[in-house]
T-cell receptor
Framework: AQTVTQSQPEMSVQEAETVTLSCTYD???????LFWYKQPPSRQMILVIR??????QNATENRFSVNFQKAAKSFSLKISDSQLGDAAMYFC??????????FGQGTILTVHP | GAVVSQHPSWVICKSGTSVKIECRSL??????MFWYRQFPKQSLMLMAT?????????EQGVEKDKFLINHASLTLSTLTVTSAHPEDSSFYIC?????????????FGSGTRLTVV
């Protein structure tokens, strides 16, 4: 079974600075998809970024980018120019071949003004 | 973009009563929906997969008779917590795949906070 591990329960960053959230996963599949979701205090889950495993190029969405290391099974999220609105709980997720999302434990990100 | 509407946002019920939570895909058809449970500051735990026109598939350890799932149409799935007890108090979230291909990601409802007193 696939597992997703986020080893940072909490992280903090100063506004306008850069922060990286870590995620590792375990799988025997070769084709899969990885996601980062954001859950702000409203608790609405919001898709931040998506990465297809067969693509070598790291995904980027505005201030959000990933460092996907397939061999190392690592999928970190970098947030540049952090904003107060980025404060949330972030979840790394793996999409199984059965169509189920497996989530990591989550990382609470605090942004200091 | 794709929208999943979940109601109610919060509900308080007495022990022993049943509560129904609705999850609707507003602008797309969802043959499959997923129900999650989340405790404060914890991850989402998949409870069951809801399939339109067939029985739901429950994850190991989830009581089928307590958490009844019905997916009667392509746009509506319901979760009924039967004979609720205080330990059932939690945040419940539904999600659906808004594209034919599952790799496009999932859209989530806004969640339901259930408090059993």
């Amino acid at each position: 079974a696939q597992t997703v591990t986020q080893s940072q329960p909490e992280m903090s960053v100063q506004e306008a600075e850069t922060v990286t959230l870590s995620c590792t996963y375990d799988t025997s599949e070769s084709d899969y998809y990885l996601f980062w979701y954001k859950q702000p205090p409203s608790r609405q889950m919001i898709l931040v970024i998506r990465q297809e495993a067969y693509k070598q190029q790291n995904a980027t969405e505005n201030r959000f980018s990933v460092n996907f290391q397939k061999a190392a099974k690592s999928f970190s999220l970098k947030i540049s120019d952090s904003q107060l609105g980025d404060a949330a709980m972030y979840f790394c997720a793996y999409l199984t071949s059965y169509g189920k999302l497996t989530f990591g434990q989550g990382t609470i990100l605090t942004v200091h003004p | 973009g794709a929208v999943v509407s979940q109601h109610p946002s919060w509900v308080i019920c007495k022990s022993g009563t049943s509560v129904k939570i609705e999850c609707r895909s507003l602008d797309f058809q969802a043959t499959t929906m997923f129900w999650y449970r989340q405790f404060p500051k914890q991850s989402l735990m998949l409870m069951a997969t809801s399939n339109e026109g067939s029985k739901a598939t429950y994850e190991q350890g989830v009581e089928k008779d307590k958490f009844l799932i019905n997916h009667a149409s392509l746009t509506l799935s319901t979760l009924t917590v039967t004979s609720a007890h205080p330990e059932d108090s939690s945040f419940y979230i539904c999600s659906a795949n808004s594209r034919k291909e599952t790799n496009y990601g999932y859209t989530f409802g806004s969640g339901t906070r259930l408090t059993v007193v």
